[in-house]
């Protein structure tokens, strides 16, 4: 039987997950500290000017443009510090994952992210008077633009992985279709020099085949089948003559009378078991001259009291006998009186069939 097999099953990365320009940008998060404290020493240096001014504009001065650009032209994800890929070098699924810069959510995560700007830079403010006074090139107004422009900075390294997680997020298969590669320069923000290749190209995953182990089905026992050996006929001894031998032992008290099987084919041998003996008469068999499909009438057994073993002799006419079992039962030394139980004989047939015929003499 051959053996089934399970379909093959086939598992693949994701391409966007394997994207190294999507990591890169989101492990910028990690210079977020180093602006902020730039910033902190900025509005330090500038704490002589009001502190309802320095806030607005740091605010406007860092919050403003990064919006700005995320909403209408989104930061170019394949760029890298002053350098920028070429629209026209970026594959297919890059195009794809460009194009979900643009996707609505992209808009709500900007807006998030500017609220949390703002925060931090409201707990800055709160921080001024506990920071040791810092001299800064330009006086209170150089600090203050030292603070606008950290702050801006700190805004947008915070704003990019922002907006790269939820194309992180996003499974392959419901990415937006390809971005056209016209319209990269005018609807995205592409800062540096264009170049034809910053990092070496990354091809998506192969898919690799999963060579399951066939499913092997569960043997079935067969079930034992019995032959039954058709009859075979029996050759006949060609003496016509009845043999009766038999042995007696008087030394046991009682004895079960024992059966001879009645498949008993061959003339029958004399068996001896203890308190008993067996007494095999030999008729004529079945010649070949009778029908094989004449059907052979059932015996009935019938008990019969006979007074010696010469009663036993068939008659001449060599009848139709089946096999007889006999059981004498008699005092020792001497056979009075034996008790003889054995089937009626049927009536002579001129088509003789042979059977065995066995006494068996129990003597206490």
Known sequence: MQARTQPRTAVAKSAAKSEPYLWLHLAGIAALPLFLDVCLAGLRASSTLPRPFVLLLVAVAGIAPIVWMQWQRPFGIFSLLVVALKPEQLSQMQRRILAQFKAPIGRIVTLIVAGLA????????????????????????????LA???????????????????????????????????????????????????????????????????????????????????SQPVDAPASDSRSVPATADATQDAAQPVKASPATASPAAVKQASGSALISIAVPEQTASSPADKPQPELQPEPRIIHSLAELILPDSSPQVSQTIVTINAPAPEIAAPEISAPETLPPDPEPHVKNTIVQIVIP
């Open 148 to 230: 606008m422009v950290s702050f801006l900075l700190a805004h947008l390294v915070l704003q990019v992985p922002a907006s790269v997680l939820p194309v992180l997020l996003t499974p392959d298969s419901k990415l937006m279709p390809p971005y056209p590669t016209a319209k990269i320069a005018e609807d995205f923000t592409l800062i540096g020099l264009r170049v034809r290749q910053i990092l070496p190209m990354v091809s998506p995953a192969p898919v690799e085949p999963v060579e399951l182990a066939p499913v092997e089905p569960a043997p079935v026992e067969p079930e034992p089948v019995e032959l039954v050996p058709p």
């Open 118 to 145: 703002l925060t931090i830079l409201w707990q800055l403010n709160q921080w001024i008077p506990e920071i040791r006074l810092v001299s800064v090139a330009g006086g209170r107004w150089g600090g203050l633009l």
